[in-house]
């Protein structure tokens, strides 16, 4: 609890100096950074520990071996075969942000040796302890992509958009088709309810090729808006975050101030009400009535404050939020195509309607459809025409 490392063995990354400082590891700490980078280019753990293998990088038990002599983790024969789960825990440790985090795990008890991970609120974290491997905010970012699973397809790839679109109707997560004959091969996203029959939805097919210029042109238009007007483009941002609109802020700050003051008259009711019942001035049976009305009216103010408290607290979030996505418009002044980095750094998710046809024609050949694109920290960004 002093914020001194429980450890004698930093995370692969880093090493412990004679003062138990941990310091950079200049030799692993770039294979840290690659397996981020590779995670934010769209790909699973499996497949980044067969690039990691293929690229014959020693794995983490290999290099303790080689200083150490230490054969805890090291196997001969595999010296750089890199396994899925060594990947994923590298992915998942927050000391790469600076962070000491102690008592990590337990045992069940002196008996049993059985390892067991403590879960956050157990844990003690010290923040800025030592030199960050990965920002705090690409660090976040890979915790979300993580939390989107994507498989590759059976041609062993990645689609450019799994994992981040999803069908506007039924929320399920869209799936890549593709379709290849002789003469052409047509790759595009279709629901996956629709395509499991899990659910009563609509295929909202789009294709990737077209899928890909939209979102290509929209992402150009916001990076250059952002470039060539960055603090009007702050203020925006802002202002869309805040749902444009400071007197309904203060609207809910006074409903605020309303609900707690009258939580706390309530309270004092309640401590009235209990002081009359010990004394005999009401009845037992007249306290227990009126302490539940006053109860249920209180526990739903207090529900009614907390919700006012979070809207207003992304308030104070969206200046902070505003500037997290500007330091990616700054990280990419321009590009040539979109990547899966690029894409992964800049958007959330993408949520894809079904087509409608403009001449009103059930299969018209002039259709539109509609395209919701939401940027990483701010959601949808609706520029000015």
């Known amino acids: ?30 294979v840290v950074r690659q397996i981020y980078s590779l995670c934010l280019a769209g790909n699973g753990p499996t497949k980044i520990a067969r690039m990691l293998t293929e690229q014959e990088i020693p794995t983490p038990g290999t290099l303790e071996y080689r200083r150490t002599g230490s054969t805890r983790r090291y196997h001969p024969g595999y010296e750089c075969k890199w396994a899925a789960n060594t990947v994923v825990h590298i992915l998942e440790n927050r000391e790469y942000t600076g962070c000491l985090v102690n008592f990590k795990t337990t045992t069940q008890s002196y008996k049993c040796s059985k390892i067991i991970y403590n879960s956050e609120d157990k844990q003690a974290i010290f923040e800025n302890h030592h030199e960050q491997i990965i920002d705090r905010d690409t660090w976040e970012r890979v915790q979300e992509l993580r939390k989107q699973r994507k498989r590759p397809n059976r041609y062993d790839e990645v689609g450019l958009f799994s994992g981040i679109l999803f069908c506007a109707d039924c929320g399920s997560v869209m799936y890549q088709q593709r379709y290849q004959t002789d003469k052409r091969r047509q790759d595009c996203y279709i629901c996956g309810s629709y395509k499991k029959r899990t659910a009563d939805c609509t295929a909202h097919f789009i294709r990737t090729d077209l899928l890909t210029a939209g979102v290509t042109e929209n992402l150009r238009k916001v990076t250059s808006y952002a470039a060539k007007h960055e603090a ?23 409903e605020l101030e309303a609900a707690e003051k009258r939580i706390a008259e309530l309270s004092a009711i309640f401590k009235r009400l209990y002081e009359d019942s010990v004394t005999g001035r009401i009845s037992d049976e007249r306290f227990t009535e009126l302490s539940a009305d ?92």
């Open 1 to 30: 609890m002093s914020g001194k490392p429980v450890t004698s063995k930093p995370v692969y990354g880093y090493l412990m100096d004679e003062d138990e400082n941990f310091i950079i590891d200049e030799e692993a700490a770039p």
């Open 232 to 254: 009007r483009f702050m203020k925006l941002l802002t202002e869309q975050t805040e749902d444009g609109s400071k007197r309904r802020n203060a609207a809910k700050k006074k």
């Open 294 to 385: 006053y109860e249920a009216e209180q526990k739903e103010l207090k529900e009614k404050a907390a919700a006012l408290q979070s809207e207003l607290s992304k308030t104070l979030e969206a200046t902070a939020n505003a500037e997290k996505f500007m330091k990616v418009v700054r990280k990419y002044t321009s590009f040539e195509e979109l990547t899966p980095t690029l894409l992964r750094e800049f958007v959330e998710k993408i949520v894809i309607h079904e087509s409608e046809a403009l001449d009103g024609k059930r299969r018209g050949k002039l259709r539109r459809q509609e395209i919701e694109i939401y940027y990483s920290f701010v959601g949808k960004v609706e520029l000015p025409d």
